[in-house]
């Protein structure tokens, strides 16, 4: 006897259903008598696999296939289960013309509850074994119905339930083990042919990650560009050629169905020229990996992107001022520790000068003496070449303000006009002094009556001072304001 089919032996062992077990006999007729050619990933001769940043990817897959004159049927195994099938389109390059006829995703996969719903009209066996011999019989069933229960007639008679185990003589060629693509294609005659597969898949995306050492004088960051890969599309990715894209890219959103979708062929997408450095499409940034990378199923893996060891960076100190202190009389003193912020240019003469995709900074100490500790991290929105670049670490422990409305004033003004005078003392308890940006949030139109340090006007519902304050001493800052809501 030839062995039993892989499929066929797994599924010889009980199996829960109802509380009951399923069998197939492997006297039946099994999926290898299937018209049809399987072309499995083995004979894949490229995988090219393009990413993009909102959880989806684009798969052009070639394969290498012997073809018979006539019609072939070929079941394209290995596909992603969270192929969005309207985008699928499968074509064949040989010697003698070859066309397609017709390709469809085959999704519902083999279950238990699906052999049983697949058997509506058809005939079944029931075991049943004694309770104290252990023998084995078997009555005929026909499965009636699979809604809401199971409904058998079992000779003259219509049971509900199943009472014993059911025997199925064959699987239904509907079922498969995993997803698969089929396609059916006419050729003029015997010939090896190329096919490429090609599709969109959610389940997989990625993001840029990015570490900074910050040196010991702070003057500077050494900066490493990671690409987190993130697959859950239920396939694993092998040998594949990586291409990232960041940006935006607009999709229909579209209520998902169910039944198998048939298309025409279609050309395959153009591929880009060139690899290694970031590259532009349109209006998109891709970067190809230089090296092939396999990315299993439910898996992580990161990838370097770039490192710029030496990139300039300038520190400060920023206490944001809010609008309401103009409008209204304060009477208590607010204070607040400086946040702090790190600068730097996306620059060639800072070593970097190429477009940065959106992702997470994460800031470290680069101490060698000691131990590395984390300064903290911010988000970094795309950000194309010539850029500024301002990351957010957290507060400053030993910088501080504190805010006291010294005056405020609406009586005898035109209507709803507001003068305020405000007070900001900066106290410094470090070894070094440091400059701290004062900038004050000031709402409809406004004047800066007298100051005791020059302002300047960054935009036009904020002032803003620079003020230095002395190693373990501190310095003030008092203005008058005038509002007009």
Known sequence: MAPMPAI???????????????????????????????????????????????NLALIQDQRRVKLRKGVNHLALSGVSPSMQPATAAVTARAKQPV??????????????????????????????????????????????????????????????????????????????????????????????????????????????????????????????????????????????????????????????????????????AASVAGRGAPQQVSDLHFYPVDRQASIGDRETKQITLFRAPDVPVTKEYRILGDGTFYTRRFGNALVVNAETILRFKNVKSGGLGLPMPAGTVRVYSGARQAATIFLGEDGLPHTANGEEIELKLGRAFDITATRRQKDFRKQGLPKNTYEAVQEIEVRNATENSVVVVLEERIPGDWKIISSSAKHKKPASDRAEWRITVPAQGKATLSYKARVQL
Do not use: M
Request: with cysteine; aromatic share 4%; net charge positive.
């Open 99 to 268: 066309t397609l006829i017709e390709q469809t995703f085959a999704f519902d996969l083999l279950t238990p509850e699906a052999l049983l719903k697949h058997s509506v009209g058809r005939k079944v066996r029931i075991i049943k074994t004694h309770p104290t011999t252990g023998k084995e019989s078997q009555v005929a069933a026909t499965v009636l119905s699979t809604r809401n229960g199971v409904v058998l007639k079992i000779g003259d008679k219509i049971e509900t339930g199943i009472p014993g185990r059911l025997a199925f003589n064959s699987l239904p060629e509907t079922l498969r083990e995993r997803p698969t693509l089929l396609a059916s294609l006419r050729s003029k005659a015997a010939t090896t042919a190329r096919v490429d597969i090609r599709y969109l898949t959610s389940g997989i995306t990625w993001q840029a990650d990015y570490i900074a050492e910050l040196n010991a004088k702070e003057t500077a960051i050494a900066l490493q560009g990671v690409a987190t890969i993130t697959n859950n599309s239920g396939v694993s990715y092998k040998k594949a050629r990586l291409r990232l894209v960041a940006g935006q890219v607009n999709r229909r959103q579209v209520t998902p169905t169910r039944p198998n979708v048939r298309a025409l062929a279609a050309k395959p």
């Open 8 to 54: 066929l032996q797994c599924l010889r062992r009980p199996i829960a259903l109802t509380g009951l077990a399923v069998l197939i006999a492997a006297t039946g007729p099994a999926t290898a008598q299937r018209p049809e050619q399987t072309v499995s990933q083995a004979t894949r001769t490229r995988l090219d696999l393009t990413i993009y940043n909102g």
